[in-house]
């Protein structure tokens, strides 16, 4: 096992001709045996860190280390990480057996008897043990995955490396097998990083998530931490689903003035000081929809999700989410007041998009059902 340091580390693919900084300035360090995620759009720069991480591409500048040993020049082989990808690459001509032994057979002195006693134990452990004979064509995509987290398992390395490992399965095993990777890891008690960029696994399954945008790595946290207390609007925006709702504003005092009307008097001025234009965020299930008052928004379309209703609006051309109780129902078309609480209410800087103010603590994480319209 090993804790992972990245230092200032920095990408530059080509950097003698059209540079493309794909990481810059990257400092993170995952501890032993933790689960981190990294998440971000495509293109921002995950897969790049992690090929660093594995040794797959050259650091253009920075330190990496595990433990306490600088891997920085070391090749992918000298860094006993085991990487499972996207693609699941299986040996097609191989049996189940031989493509989870392959690895061994390479990189250890064991005898053929020793290499099969721990491809059987593996199989046990993932399931597949009645696969063993079996060719990748014969599998499934969910039993293939198993075989090729196998492969990686069997060879017991310091540091597992996940590239987006279940994005080819459909949405029911993908999440089911989800948890059986978290639990997996919290058994093998291996370092992990696992790249992906849909924030919902990013929340299910890390115990820290670290958020990346253009390059840069923007925060990182507990996913409850970077839900409720986001750096930036960037941050805000792709942690969350349905997103938060967003809207510029005026600052007038205590009071913030958006667009269609809106109005919203802070009890305390403070985060809005010295600022003249904030941008405002509010989640959507901390969005109630009221009998009266002066925000005022267009209902477009109710989507019932059985436990709870989607409702979507506008206010003047800016679309926004509120989840309401199912038993509430209104109509497209119709007006509808709403509100929300100040603890709940999220504010940016309109320039730099920091964050001014972040839900506190008298906040829930619950969906409002008190008033019906
Ligand atoms: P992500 O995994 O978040 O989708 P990547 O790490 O793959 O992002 O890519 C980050 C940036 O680096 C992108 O702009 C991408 O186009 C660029 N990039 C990735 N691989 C190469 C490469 N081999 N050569 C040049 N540019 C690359």
């Known amino acids: ?88 690459a299986l040996y097609p001509h191989m049996t189940v057996r031989q493509n989870i032994g392959f690895g061994l057979k390479l990189s250890s002195k064991l005898s053929s008897s020793e290499i099969n006693d721990q491809v059987e134990s593996v199989a046990e452990m993932l399931g597949i043990s009645e696969l063993l004979g079996d060719k990748p064509k014969e599998l499934s995509g969910g039993q293939q995955q198993r075989v090729a987290l196998g492969r990686a398992i069997v060879r017991k390395p310091e540091v597992f490396l996940m590239d987006e490992p279940l994005s080819n399965l459909d949405a029911k095993l993908r999440s089911d097998m989800r948890t059986e990777l978290q639990e997996l890891q919290q058994n093998l008690d291996v370092t992990t990083v696992y790249v992906t960029h849909d924030q919902t696994e990013a929340m299910a399954m890390g115990d820290r998530i670290a958020v990346m945008d253009k390059g840069i790595l923007q925060q990182v946290g507990p996913p409850e931490e970077v839900y409720r207390q986001p750096v930036n609007e960037f941050v805000a925006d792709f942690i969350g689903s349905p997103s938060i709702n967003l809207l510029s504003a005026d600052v007038d005092g205590s009071t913030l003035l958006g667009p269609g009307g809106f109005k919203y008097d802070l009890g305390n001025a403070s985060p809005v000081e010295g600022h003249d234009r904030v941008r405002v965020g509010i989640r959507p299930e901390d969005i109630r929809l009221v009998d009266g008052g002066p925000n005022r928004a267009e209902v477009t379309v109710v989507e019932p999700m059985g436990n709870e209703n989607f409702c979507y609006m506008e206010l003047e051309h800016i679309e926004m989410t509120a989840r309401i109780s199912p038993t509430q129902r209104p109509t497209a078309g119709e007006e509808v007041a709403f509100a929300f609480d100040e603890a709940a209410l999220y504010l940016f800087d309109a320039e730099t998009g920091d964050a001014l103010k972040t839900k506190t603590d008298e906040s829930p994480d619950n969906i409002h059902t008190e008033v019906s319209t």
């Open 1 to 88: 096992m090993a804790r992972i340091t990245l230092t200032d580390l920095t990408k530059v693919y080509d950097p003698d001709g059209e540079a493309v900084v794909a990481v810059e300035d990257c400092n993170l360090t995952v501890d032993d045996g933790e689960f981190l995620v990294l998440v971000g759009p495509s293109g921002c720069g995950k897969s790049t860190t992690l090929r660093c991480i594995a040794g797959l591409e050259d650091i253009t500048e920075g330190r990496l280390e595990f433990g306490d040993t600088d891997v920085t020049t070391y090749s992918a082989s000298e860094r006993d990480v085991a990487m499972v990808f996207q693609n699941y």
